[in-house]
């Protein structure tokens, strides 16, 4: 049963369709971010291995906003980790801008944020956004800098220390560092995971306004249906464990997204048509 | 506040009560003439011929303490940060330092007074000691950064230098301090240790001549001096680190 729809949502068909009109990415970009056939193991102890991803096929066009959905211990930060250079497929290929990700890492090209914000708390968050500028080795340039903690609503607070903030002003510090070098891709596993509800959708509508800004071609792994289609060109469902493509949405809500996206009746019946297959995903 | 109040409090009830029971074992005579009381030795200490005595012999004694704990220090934390900027040594590093601390101190006495003198064996004795605290104190500090922040600075591309320089060494400082702590007592340990190898002057010198000679005051006012130097560079460092992991925890 699952075979066959894993089959039906292979990724290369909705790239097919990539004269389809509305607002949904940019069709005709090259793309960015390509998995091939991706598995994964985890070594257990006594030899015994955990499959987390089990032929994963995957593209991210260039510009693109693509929400990775799925029940929890599906191996979607996996995916999200060995597009990082963070962790190596077992088999399979995993090409950012055609090359291996360990390239782009080394460009200092790559913007990630975590669920845990992962600030150093001896730093300010100026120091804390300033931080990639100086693993690079150039010099921290104080407009940029100060630009971000504009973009992310955090004046005033340039001097302040992480245990300061509350847990949503701290991710949006980690997320200021992650834009900061004007990075190729940007990678975000939960970034608003350990936030209250309220908080939580607040800055979803942040980041809807950020990306739009610049719309860097980002993968975001939640499992927050409505954060999913919210700030997603496509959402891509994955099956529980082991991880394997489900389904994949476009998702044709216009841009920009305010909270009056809420009242779209298409809205809903997106997220209530995800939140089911997602329901039985983890079955 | 209150609990801190009562804290203190307590602290000095103990203080007391233990200096009490020193006094008290000594006029009792309850483990002989070798016991006297805190207050003769105290009294004998204030006298000005011992206290000059005392006091060259704390100069000598401090100085190779002093010495001997920043050498040290300095060394263990460049050994444990060259073991993360060569992982291939970082094994050998650990079993050498194990291999260093598992020779009694004392069993180097012949072979440090052939090389570095009489003089200068209680400094390096003192580095020994207060390297080793501080070597294992860096090496964990070291580890400490939590793995969220290794991959934070994975992605962004960071070389190992960088990852030492702007995580590891000041998720370190902590356990750095902490090592500071344990390491002061040892260096003023190993420096005493040290003066017994035929050092000019010192404390330890003091304690085996006056041991010797049967002069139980001025026996006790040297031990008393070395606990009162050991305790003192340890308060010290603990207001330092209290000072500094309000910024660094």
Known sequence: MIKAEHIAGLPEAPLDTSGSPGPAGPPGQPAAIVLRAVQKEFALRRGRTVQALDGVDLTVRAGEFVALLGPSGCGKSTVLRMVAGLDEPTSGEVLVEDRPPAALVRDHRLGVAFQDHALLPWATTFANIALPFRVAGRAVDRERVGALIDLVGLNGFADARPRQLSGGMRQRVAIARALVLDPEVLLLDEPFGALDAVTRRRMNFELARIWAERRITTLLVTHDVDEAVLLADRVVVLTGRPGRVRHIEEVALPRPRGRDITRDPGFHETVDRLTELLDESAE | ?249
């Open chain 2, 1 to 249: 506040m209150s609990a801190r109040a009562r804290h203190r409090t307590l602290t000095a009830a103990g203080v007391v009560l233990l200096l009490a029971l020193m006094e008290a074992i000594g006029r009792v005579g309850l483990f002989g003439s070798s016991w006297p009381p805190l207050t003769e030795v105290v009294s004998y200490v204030a006298e000005p011929v011992t206290g000059d005595l005392l006091g060259r012999a704390l100069a000598a004694t401090a100085g190779a303490a002093g010495t001997g704990f920043a050498l040290g220090s300095a060394v263990a934390v460049v050994v444990a940060a060259l073991g993360v900027l060569l992982p291939v040594v970082q094994p050998g590093l650990d079993r050498l330092a194990a291999v260093v601390n598992a020779i009694p101190l004392i069993a180097l006495g012949p072979l440090l007074i052939t090389t570095v003198g009489r003089e200068g064996t209680p400094t390096v004795i003192a580095a020994l000691a207060a390297g080793f605290a501080m070597f294992i104190a860096a090496t964990s500090g070291l580890a400490a950064a939590s793995t969220p922040h290794h991959d934070v600075f994975s992605a962004l591309g960071a070389s190992r230098r960088t990852r030492l320089l702007r995580l590891q060494l000041p998720a370190a400082v902590p356990l750095l301090l902490d090592g500071l702590t344990l390491a002061a007592p040892a260096a003023v340990l190993g420096a005493v240790i040290g003066e017994w190898f035929g050092a000019p002057r010192g404390l330890g010198i003091l304690l085996v001549s006056s041991m010797q000679n049967f002069q139980i005051e001025l026996l006790w006012a040297a031990a008393l001096t070395s606990a009162l130097v050991s305790l003192a560079a340890y308060l010290v460092l603990t207001g330092l680190r209290s000072l500094a992991t309000g910024r660094f925890l």
